[in-house]
């Protein structure tokens, strides 16, 4: 079956612009991730959502930094106003709920580049 | 809150030999643990678990961890390395009991050499 997607692949944006990016989990996962993998810093998380509970917004590093899911399925992550720190490569992940929700599956990412 | 720590950035060994790529990890709360593996240009992938029970853990291909309590560690170890486990492997853990995120290690890069 289809393993989670992201896209774009690669985003260059200027300093000071908006950039979206988007997940699409694995069919049938509700709960949904997004980190961020920086250079010589591993992976941070970001946000987490779980069916229709509230996110967890706790590792957005700024309020530049937002996301949605719509429906339960896609997400976007927005990053208003970029900058060069903001460079790295985000990565979405998804899960089953419950038990099962140990294993997160992760997307290709999606490498930003702030210039 | 949870913290991993892997000193080793990079490990270069050669093909055949004994690898330990290692993990620490520190919590208030007991932690479910894991290693995910970066193959180059891939997504990352789960490659072993520790939740509850044996404390050695083994994957399908060849690498084993054990989580020790005492030490708060859980290093991956593999007796003979190939060209194909050349990645970047990363350690993880989750508090047990409620929230889903994972707290990642800053990553080792394995190099199998011939």
């Known amino acids: 079956g289809a393993g989670v997607s992201q896209s774009p692949s690669n985003k260059v944006t200027e300093k000071g612009k908006d950039v979206e990016l988007r997940c699409d989990p694995i069919?049938?996962?509700?709960?949904l991730y997004w980190y961020r993998q920086s250079l010589g810093q591993g992976l941070e998380f970001l946000i987490y959502?779980?069916?229709?509970?509230?996110?967890?917004k706790s590792g957005l590093p700024s309020d530049r930094f937002s996301a949605e899911r719509t429906g339960g399925s896609v997400s976007t992550l927005t990053i208003q106003r970029t900058q060069q720190e903001d460079s790295a490569v985000y990565l979405c992940?998804?899960?089953?709920?419950?038990?099962?929700?140990?294993?997160?599956?992760f997307g290709p990412g999606t490498r930003l580049t702030v210039t | 809150a949870q913290s991993v720590t892997q000193l080793d950035s990079q490990v270069p060994v050669f093909e055949e030999a004994p690898v330990e790529l290692r993990c620490n990890y520190s919590?208030?709360?007991?932690?479910?643990l894991f290693w995910y593996v970066q193959y180059p240009n891939q997504g990352l992938q789960l490659l072993l678990k520790?939740?509850?029970?044996?404390?050695l853990v083994e994957s399908i291909n060849g690498f084993e961890a054990e989580f020790n309590k005492s030490q708060t560690s859980f290093h991956l170890r593999k007796p003979s390395v190939h060209i194909s486990d050349t990645a970047e492997y990363f350690c993880?853990?989750?508090?047990?009991?409620?929230?889903?995120?994972?707290?990642f290690g800053t990553g080792t890069q394995l190099k199998v050499e011939l």
């Open positions: 959502f779980q069916g229709n509970s509230a996110p967890d």
């Open positions: 919590s208030s709360v007991s932690v479910y």
């Open positions: 992940a998804s899960s089953l709920a419950g038990l099962s929700s140990y294993e997160q599956y």
């Open positions: 993880a853990v989750r508090a047990r009991g409620g929230g889903n995120k994972l707290t």
């Open positions: 069919s049938g996962h509700t709960a």
């Open positions: 520790y939740l509850s029970g044996s404390t």
